[in-house]
Structures are given as C-alpha cells and as structure tokens.
C-alpha cells in the first residue's frame, strides 16, 4: 500500500531515520587514517554514504568505535542511490594477541619472577 507522501515530506523522513541510525551506529570503514561511517553491514559487505565517502577499494581496516575488527579487501559492488556498497574479497579478523606456533600447555606459568632474596 502506497501511501504517497510528499517528495519533501519523505526526504525529511530519510534523513531523519539516517540521523538517527547514525548516532547509534558505531561501525566505520578507515582508509588511510581517514575514517568512514558504515550505514549498513551484512556477511558479504557493507554500505557508506556516497555524498561523504569516496569510491574506495584496496586495503581497508574495519571498527567498532575504537575497537578493530578486521582488515579487509574491498571492492565497489554498486551505487544505489546515496549509498556506495561494497563486497568483500578477503577479510582477516583482528585479534588482541600474538598468533604463536606451538602448543602452550594449558598449567604453563603467566610468567617468571625472579629471585630478589640475594
């Protein structure tokens, strides 16, 4: 059911939704240390805004506020409008330790202290 509003009235709907949505949404594409707001995410990609983002492509680095998700490899997808979409080639979670290359035992020490007695 269409309920045929306004052209102006529907514009000011959309962007008060999109302002709104933007104040809780804390998802942002970085590109060389400028940083990009994501309006919609999905599994294979995401969206930013065409009027405030450029085409982008290549390496970019993904956050949720100030913590970093992952790095990825984007490609333009398609312009819907004053969305740009992009799909993502490859994507490599980040993690907040060092990958290491043996088994650690599950009862090995944190770390060693040193004998100060002497």
Do not use: N
Request: glycine residues 8%; charged residues 25%.
């Amino acid at each position: 059911m269409d309920m045929g509003l306004p052209k102006d009235v529907q514009d000011g709907l959309d962007a008060a939704r999109r302002a709104a949505h933007l104040k809780s949404h804390r998802l942002r594409v970085e590109v060389d240390g400028t940083s990009y707001r994501i309006l919609r995410a999905w599994p294979g990609g995401f969206a930013v805004d065409a009027a405030h983002a450029p085409h982008l492509r290549g390496h970019v680095d993904l956050f949720d506020g100030a913590r970093h998700l992952s790095q990825c490899l984007i490609v333009a997808a398609s312009d819907e409008g004053a969305e740009w979409h992009f799909d993502y080639k490859r994507m490599t979670e980040a993690t907040v330790s060092q990958p290491i290359d043996f088994v650690r035992a599950p009862d090995a020490p944190a770390g060693l202290l040193e004998d100060f007695s002497g």
